[in-house]
C-alpha cells in the first residue's frame, strides 16, 4: 500500500470515537492480520537476544522480566516464558492485546513445535523446553496462560509509571518500541528502569529507528522520513497507529545518559542503501543536516545499560 494511503487512514481511525475497534477490524480484514500468525520470527529474535546476553554472563533463566510495549500478541513473552523465565510482567499503553490472536500464536508454536526446539534449544535446556511447552499445550484461554506462565498483562498501563514494587525486576525489556515513543517519557521509562530493577539488574532494548512505512511501502527507503520537516511529518505521525519519534542513534545515547543509565554494549545495525542515498545527497530535514550519515543509517540499534554504576546481572 502507498504510504500516504497508509498514513490517511492511520489518521481517520485515530480521529474516530472507536478507534481500537475499527483500526483492528481493517487490519483483519484488509492488513496484515488477515494471515494466521507466524510467532517463529519473533522467536528466532529472542533466540539471537537472550545468546547475546548470555554472552555478556546475563541468563533469561529464573529472571523476572518486565516488557514494555506488548501489542496484539504475546509471543516474546512466550519466548521469555520457553526459555525459562520466573515471570513477565508486559506493559502496554493501549488495549491491543487480542486473545483470538494470542492463541492462534500459542496454537503455532505447538504446530511448529520442532522447528521451535532448534530455534530456542540454543539459549535453553532440553528438558526445560519441553517441559514448558507441555505447559503451553495444556493452556485453555488467555487467563490460563496467564496463570500456567506468570505471563502478566498491564494495560493500559504506562511503562514509566508501573506499580511495581522497588527492585522487583532483573531486566527491562522491549523490541521495536522505543521508536514509538516520546524522548520525555523515554527518558522515564529509563528512570523506572533504576526504580523497579533489583541489583544486577538490566534494561535491554532493541530499537527500530527506520521509517515503518517503508516497511511496506517498499519504493521507500528506510530514511525516507528524514526528509521531512517536523510540521509535515506531524500531519502524517501525530496519531495513535503511526507515531514514530525519528529520534536517531545519538538521541538515544543522550537519553541514556541524561536518565542516569550507563550503556554497556550498544549493537547498531546499519543500513547500506541509506548510506549510499546520504552520500549521493538526500534531501535531509534541518533537524537531521550536520549529522553524522551513520548516526542517521542506523536503522535497528539495541541497548544493555544499567542503572548508574551498578553491577551486570548474571
Ligand atoms: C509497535 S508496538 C510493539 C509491539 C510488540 N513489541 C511487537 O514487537 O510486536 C508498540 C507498542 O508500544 C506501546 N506503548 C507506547 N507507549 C507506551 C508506554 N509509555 N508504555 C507502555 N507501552 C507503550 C503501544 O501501545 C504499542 O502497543
Redesign the pocket.
Known amino acids: 500500500m502507498h504510504w500516504k494511503r497508509k498514513s490517511t487512514i492511520q489518521r481517520v481511525c485515530a480521529a474516530l470515537p472507536a478507534k481500537d475497534a475499527i483500526y483492528y477490524f481493517l487490519q483483519r480484514r484488509f492488513g496484515s492480520l488477515r494471515y494466521t500468525p507466524d510467532p517463529l520470527p519473533m522467536l528466532r529474535a529472542a533466540a539471537e537476544i537472550f545468546a547475546e546476553m548470555r554472552g555478556m554472563g546475563i541468563a533469561v533463566a529464573g529472571k523476572r522480566i518486565m516488557e ?4 496484539r ?1 504475546l509471543d ?1 513473552p512466550i519466548a521469555f516464558y520457553l526459555c525459562g523465565a520466573q515471570s513477565v510482567d508486559t ?4 488495549v ?1 492485546l487480542r486473545e483470538e490472536l494470542v492463541m492462534a500464536s500459542v496454537g503455532e508454536i505447538l504446530r511448529g513445535r520442532e522447528a521451535v526446539v532448534t530455534i530456542l534449544g540454543p539459549v535453553v535446556g532440553a528438558e526445560e523446553l519441553a517441559a514448558r511447552l507441555d505447559v503451553l499445550a495444556s493452556v485453555q484461554g488467555l487467563k490460563d496462560l496467564s496463570q500456567k506462565t506468570a505471563i502478566r498483562y498491564h494495560a493500559p ?4 509509571n508501573t506499580q511495581l514494587a522497588d527492585q522487583s525486576i532483573d531486566i527491562q525489556f ?4 522505543f521508536e ?2 516520546p524522548g520525555p ?1 523515554l527518558e522515564a ?1 529509563l528512570r523506572e528502569a533504576s526504580r523497579v530493577l533489583a541489583v544486577g539488574g538490566v534494561a535491554c532494548h532493541h530499537i527500530d529507528p527506520s521509517d515503518h512505512f517503508a516497511h511496506e511501502d517498499k519504493s521507500l527507503s528506510l530514511i525516507h522520513f528524514l526528509q521531512f520537516e517536523e510540521r509535515e511529518w506531524s500531519r502524517y505521525n501525530d496519531n495513535q497507529f503511526a507515531y514514530h519519534n525519528r529520534l536517531r542513534r545519538s538521541d538515544y545515547d543522550r537519553l541514556y545518559t541524561a536518565a542516569g543509565h550507563e550503556v554497556f554494549s550498544k549493537h547498531p545495525f546499519l543500513d547500506d542503501a541509506s548510506l549510499a542515498e546520504i552520500r549521493n545527497g538526500f534531501p535531509l530535514a534541518t533537524p537531521f543536516q550536520g549529522r553524522e550519515a551513520e548516526d542517521l543509517c542506523t536503522v535497528v540499534y539495541r541497548v544493555y545499560s544499567r542503572p548508574g554504576g551498578a553491577q551486570g546481572a548474571n
Not at 522491549?174 to 518500541?177: F, G, R
Open positions: 514494555i510495549g506488548t501489542g500478541r516474546m506493559f502496554d499503553l493501549n491491543y498501563a504506562d511503562a514509566s522491549s523490541y521495536t518500541v514509538h515513543i517519557v521509562i
